[in-house]
């Protein structure tokens, strides 16, 4: 079945640095987009990047556009985001989500449990 | 930038129907999709490309989209489907995509 674990999360200091890991598991990782979203205390739900299979095509919300930046590994079934310049409104849950594609765009059917970011000084 | 607006909240009693709906200014030609996020939980897709339901959802949950506006129909609605509804789709160039705020679902 399919499994997304997310890792690397915690607190850091606004202006700090963080990298996510997700790991995917029970289904051919290269053939998938992936994708983070992310959740602020409660608040709704907010897409952050995706990356092509090939990690050819990239996009990221504008809220974090230059700061962020993902990529993949497929030889080791993994996604990343770096996560530079933060700041305490980036505090939130991000989540791993596999994309599919739809007719015309992409969606995510698979959704991992997120991992805990807080900025904080 | 482009936004999908829902109603903050929603409430019905058990074995009602509950509509949730979700309103953008390019749903006539993009696809909208619905995810149920329970308390702590992840979400969870539970109508894709407007109208279809993925394996393992109960029948009880379907979709529709007409114009502008994108609704989740819950039919007899259940205690246990109580959760945060969040829309989804993407806007007319195809490659921003977003959700829209959350309707909270209460069943009582």
């Known amino acids: 079945q399919v499994q997304l674990v997310e890792s690397g999360g915690g607190l850091v200091k606004p202006g700090g640095s963080l990298r996510l890991s997700c790991a995917a598991s029970?289904?051919?990782?290269?053939?998938?987009?992936m994708s983070w979203i992310r959740q602020a205390p409660g608040k709704g739900l907010e897409w952050v990047s995706y990356i092509s299979s090939s990690g050819s095509t990239i996009y990221y919300a504008d809220s974090v556009k230059g700061r962020f930046t993902i990529s993949r590994d497929n030889a080791k079934n993994s996604l990343y985001l770096q996560m530079n310049s933060l700041r305490a409104e980036d505090t939130a849950v991000y989540y791993c989500?596999?994309?599919?594609?739809?007719?015309?765009?992409?969606?995510?059917?698979?959704w991992g449990q997120g991992t805990l970011v807080t900025v904080s000084s | 930038s482009y936004e999908l607006t829902q109603p903050p909240s929603v409430s019905v009693s058990p074995g009602q129907t509950a509509r949730i709906t979700c309103s953008g200014d390019?749903?006539?030609?993009?696809?909208a999709y619905w995810y149920q996020q329970k308390s702590g939980q992840a979400p969870v897709l539970v109508i894709y490309e407007d109208s279809k339901r993925p394996s393992g959802i109960p029948e009880r949950f379907s979709g529709s989209s007409s114009g502008t506006m994108a609704t989740l129909t819950i039919s007899g609605a259940q205690v246990e489907d109580e959760a945060d509804y969040y829309c989804?789709?993407?806007?007319?160039?195809?490659?921003?995509?977003?959700f829209g705020g959350g309707t909270k679902l209460t069943v009582l």
């Open positions: 390019a749903l006539p030609k993009k696809y």
């Open positions: 989804y789709s993407t806007d007319s160039s195809g490659n921003h995509v977003v």
């Open positions: 989500a596999r994309g599919s594609s739809g007719p015309d765009s992409i969606y995510f059917d698979y």
């Open positions: 029970g289904f051919t990782f290269s053939d998938y987009y």
